[in-house]
């Protein structure tokens, strides 16, 4: 049995997919569980971070974990009590999803709000792996309400570059470490094939959707303005502009060849996820009249 927690997320509910597609047991753990959509033969169970109790039913009798914790200051005891939780259940096998640049001084306190998570894997006595992926392709669909509207997509990291990523592959990879004790002890950096700005995924994207695709830089002021109206608290929005400058200044414009050495090929670049996903951004009518150009 291999347990997946956020399984409706990007990440998560891409891992019960290929999971169940390889013929797995696999049990999808859910604050919701009316709200997940799995293949036939998955196991739905709820599980909410906050009840621990529940998480720890959800662990029963697995092998496996994926676990996915909540970023953010307010949540860095409840990712560390998630895998102390999966090791006292009596799972043999943890793989954590962390992030790019964690621990890294220049992040500030955001760099360290996957470090209790990380440090309980490695101090859980089974066998680990953490995922450290770089900035997620899929985080340009919050572009689609500009470009539907015809307006400007909005940059928060100006001209620093990311090695954005297919988070398919993301999933692919912790699959992989999931099903293989070759992972353990593993500590993997998850970037895409090339560096790229906000500015060239607009220009990629703009390729795919065989219109122009202009974007429109956000100061912090206005960027701090909109997740406070959110409802963000202070601490998240310091973290999150602490991020996006470390970006700017070029700290994130990292390439790895992790992802070729687990999954024995390249990853997936941004034009392709993109094509692969043009339907979100309002051209689904362009697509079946073989209007997108998707190269």
Do not use: C
């Not at 894997?121 to 089974?126: A, L, Q, T, Y």
């Not at 906000?198 to 997740?227: I, K, S």
């Not at 601490?235 to 070729?260: C, H, K, P, S, W």
Request: charged share 20%; proline share 5%.
């Amino acid at each position: 049995m291999i347990v997946i927690t956020g399984a409706t997320g990007t990440i998560g509910s891409e891992i019960v997919r290929q999971l169940a597609g390889r013929g797995e047991q696999v049990r999808a753990v859910a604050r919701d569980p009316k709200r997940a959509q799995v293949p036939a033969g998955v196991e739905v169970v709820r599980g909410d971070y906050t009840d621990l109790a529940s998480m720890a039913a959800a662990m029963v009798g697995a092998e496996a974990v994926f676990v996915v914790g909540v970023l953010g200051p307010d949540f860095v005891e409840i990712d560390r009590a998630l895998i102390e939780t999966a090791r006292d259940a009596g799972v043999r096998r943890i793989v954590k999803l962390s992030a790019i640049g964690t621990g890294e001084p220049a992040l500030g306190r955001v760099g360290t709000w996957h470090l209790p998570g990380e440090q309980a894997v490695r101090d859980s006595g089974v066998e680990w792996t953490i995922l450290r992926p770089s900035t997620f392709a899929s985080n340009t669909l919050v572009w689609g309400d500009a470009l539907r509207a015809g307006q400007p997509v909005p940059n928060m990291t100006g001209q620093g570059q990311q090695g954005v990523i297919d988070p398919r592959d993301v999933s692919a990879v912790a699959v992989e470490a999931l099903l293989s004790a070759e992972h353990a002890g593993r500590i993997y950096t998850l970037t895409g094939p090339e560096l790229l700005t906000g500015a060239d995924q607009a220009a990629a994207l703009a390729r795919v959707l065989d219109r122009p695709v202009e974007v429109v830089d956000v100061p912090d002021t206005a960027a701090r303005a909109q997740m406070e109206s959110m409802g963000m608290s202070p601490e998240f929005v310091d973290g999150a502009l602490a991020g996006q400058a470390y970006v700017r200044a070029g700290g994130n414009a990292v390439l790895t060849d992790d992802v070729r050495r687990v999954l024995g090929r390249a990853p997936r670049g941004y034009a392709e996820w993109a094509a692969d996903h043009v339907a979100a951004f309002g051209a689904a009518d362009q697509a079946r009249e073989g209007k997108v150009t998707l190269a």
